[in-house]
C-alpha cells in the first residue's frame, strides 16, 4: 500500500510539472546560458491609479529606449542599459508624472529575485536575475516583469500582446493553472483539457 500511495503522489508530481521552456528558441537558449535580462516595473500600490501609472511608465520606457536597447548580445544589452540608465530613469519619472503621480522614480540595474513567470508559452523558472528595475514610490503594489533580453517584451511592445505574454503562474489569490506534460500529449494547443 505505502508503494502505491508513493507511486501515485510521484507520478501525479510529474503531471503537474510545468513545461519546459523550448531549448531551441531565443528564450530558451538565454536561460541554458545564463544570459537573460528582465525588465520589472514595480507599482507604488496596489490602487487602480497606481497600476494604471505602472503600465504608462512601462509602455513610455519600452517606446523610447526599445530600439536602443535590442542588442545582439547580452554584453551589448547590459552596457546599453548602463549607458542609458539616468536617461531611462528620466523618462519613467517623466511618465509617471505625465500620469500623475508625485513620488520618487528609481531605475536600477542589477540581479534580483524573482518568481516563476509564464511568457508566452515559455516558462522561466524562478531564480535571481539580471534585470532593470524601476520602483514607483513605496513599490508596495503589484508588479510587471517582462523578458528585455532577448527582446521578447520588445518585439510584441506594439500591442497588448506584450502585457498577456506576461502573466504570472499565480499571483496571490488566484488559482495556480499547470500545465500538465502527459496533458500536452493528448491535447493540441488551444483544446480545453
Not at 544589452?77 to 511618465?95: P, S, T, V
Request: aromatic share 8%; net charge negative.
Amino acid at each position: 500500500m505505502g508503494r502505491l500511495l508513493c507511486a501515485l503522489c510521484l507520478g501525479a508530481a510529474l503531471c503537474l510539472t510545468p513545461a519546459p521552456t523550448q531549448v531551441d528558441s531565443p528564450l530558451g537558449q538565454a536561460l541554458s546560458t545564463g544570459e537573460l535580462i528582465r525588465i520589472h516595473v514595480v507599482a507604488n500600490s496596489d490602487g487602480e491609479r497606481d497600476q494604471e501609472i505602472k503600465y504608462a511608465v512601462r509602455d513610455a520606457v519600452i517606446a523610447r529606449f526599445g530600439e536602443a536597447l535590442s542588442c545582439a548580445s547580452f554584453e551589448e544589452a547590459c552596457a546599453a542599459i548602463e549607458q542609458n540608465l539616468a536617461a531611462i530613469e528620466q523618462e519613467a519619472a517623466r511618465a509617471a508624472q505625465a500620469a500623475g503621480f508625485t513620488g520618487a522614480v528609481e531605475a536600477t540595474f542589477g540581479r534580483f529575485g524573482f518568481p516563476t513567470r509564464v511568457y508566452g508559452g515559455e516558462t522561466v523558472p524562478a531564480g535571481e536575475y539580471t534585470a532593470l528595475r524601476i520602483v514607483l514610490g513605496e513599490g508596495a503594489g503589484r508588479n510587471w516583469w517582462c523578458v528585455l533580453y532577448p527582446a521578447f517584451c520588445l518585439i510584441e511592445s506594439g500591442s497588448d500582446s506584450a502585457a498577456a505574454a506576461a502573466q504570472p503562474v499565480a499571483t496571490p489569490g488566484e488559482a495556480v493553472q499547470w500545465t500538465s506534460v502527459i496533458g500536452r500529449l493528448f491535447y493540441r494547443e488551444g483544446d480545453a483539457p
